[in-house]
Structures are given as C-alpha cells and as structure tokens.
C-alpha cells in the first residue's frame, strides 16, 4: 500500500512528520539509490528501499517513550551542533528519542522525547486539539487589583493578535496574587514560537518563570528538573 514518504519516515522513528519534510527538502533522503526533495512523495513501504544520511531505515518494532523535566538554558533542538545543553542529553542514546514540540531555553518542565514519529503528529499540529498546560510566575510594574488581573487575563479567552493572526481562545485560572507578582495557569492548545511570553507583554505583564505541567493527559507531578521516567503511549492520549 502506498503510503507518503514523510509519513514513513516518522514511522521508522528517524523524526517528527515535519523534521522528516526538512530531511527530504535537505535533500537527505534516498528512495531506491536516488536522492528525493520534492513533496507529496509516495512509496511502497513492501518494495522502496528509503535511506536517510545514508542509512537504510525500517518501521520501528515498537517505540520508546520519556517524560523529561526540561531546566531552563537546556535547548529542545535536535539540530544545533553548537549547544552545550541540549534536553536529548537527559535521557539515554540509544535507542535515538527526539523532542516532540518545544520549550524555549528560558522555560522549563514537561517534555516528551520518543522514536514515534505519529505521536509526535498527534501531539504537535493544532487540528488534533491536544491540550498544553503552564504555571506561570509574571510581574506587573506596580501592585495590581485582582479585579485588574482577571480583566487582563480575560483577553487570553478571546484570542490574542500575534504575527498578524489571532491565538486560539485559551484557559486561564488565577492562582495567587500578591502586591504585583501574580501566579496563574494557561491552558492552549497551540504552540507559536514564545507564545505565552508574547501574549503575556500584549497585557503588561512580565513573564519572570514559566513551567509546563501537563501535555495531553499527561502531568509534570514530582518529575525533578533534568530527570526523566519512562512512559507509554496510552500515558499522554
């Protein structure tokens, strides 16, 4: 059955669905001996030989899943050659994880690494409306009211303006408030680049610590910073 190079790749493990676009476009994927960079690629896993930097790939015989409790200064990129501290670094190298989704080096808590490229589809692309939960520690530039704080967070239910288009309506509960320091959770069901910290500036407030406790079905709970534990599919869907 024919079957979408992209597709297969997450399959094998070898990346995400949209990591494994950028390989084809790289122009590092094979499909019989001949190098492939267009989209919309179909194969038939059963005959197509595919390789990947030169590696022949197959679908994984089953797939491994961590929990990791992202610091801050660590980064989610796979692809930064550069970095010191890189969250892959937190869980063992074989077999070979990836990060699903990412947290921005000054933000810390849950992430999820595995080989299953299709989890990493159903977690990531909006359409699937999988849920991502944040404690949020922000500052205002004076002491603030509640009644104020709850007018500010109330903009985050509409839909906030960002690149020209607006997010996606989120939840918010508020915490703890005390003088201009404010404690609260979000709940999106997105993830553009420094989101929260940018819808945050939109309503004066400043983001001072920012930590994500939940993907899907999935909590932080007592998960120390830098440590990880195994999990299963059905733990996040």
């Known amino acids: 059955m024919k079957e979408r190079l992209h597709k297969y790749i997450a399959r094998c493990g070898v990346a995400s669905r949209r990591r494994a676009e950028k390989l084809i476009a790289g122009g590092e994927v094979k499909v019989n001996g001949s190098r492939v960079s267009g989209m919309g690629i179909t194969i038939d896993p059963d005959i197509d030989r595919v390789e990947v930097n030169g590696k022949i790939i197959l679908p994984s015989q089953g797939h491994t899943y ?28 074989s077999p070979r994880v990836f990060p699903v989704g990412r947290l921005d080096k000054d933000s810390e808590g849950l992430m999820i690494l595995t080989d299953d490229g299709e989890l990493a589809n159903l977690l990531t692309h909006p359409r699937h409306d999988h849920e991502k939960e944040y404690l949020i520690f922000a500052s205002a530039n004076r002491p603030i009211s509640r ?48 989101q929260i910290r940018r819808m945050c ?26 440590k990880y534990r195994t999990i299963n599919k059905e733990n996040v869907l």
């Open 66 to 93: 961590y929990a990791v409790y992202k610091p801050i200064e660590y980064i989610s990129t796979v692809e930064d050659p550069h970095a010191k501290k890189k969250v892959i670094d937190l869980v063992p190298s």
């Open 201 to 226: 500036e939109k309503i004066g407030l400043k983001v001072e610590r920012l930590i994500r406790i939940r993907i899907g079905k999935l909590v932080l709970g007592n998960l120390q910073p830098g």
């Open 147 to 194: 009644d104020e704080v709850i007018r500010k967070l109330d903009f985050f239910k509409k839909g906030t303006m960002l690149d020209d288009k607006e997010t996606r309506p989120a939840i918010f509960f508020l915490e703890e408030l005390k003088d201009n320091m404010i404690e609260f959770r979000l709940i999106l069901k997105e993830g553009k680049k420094r």
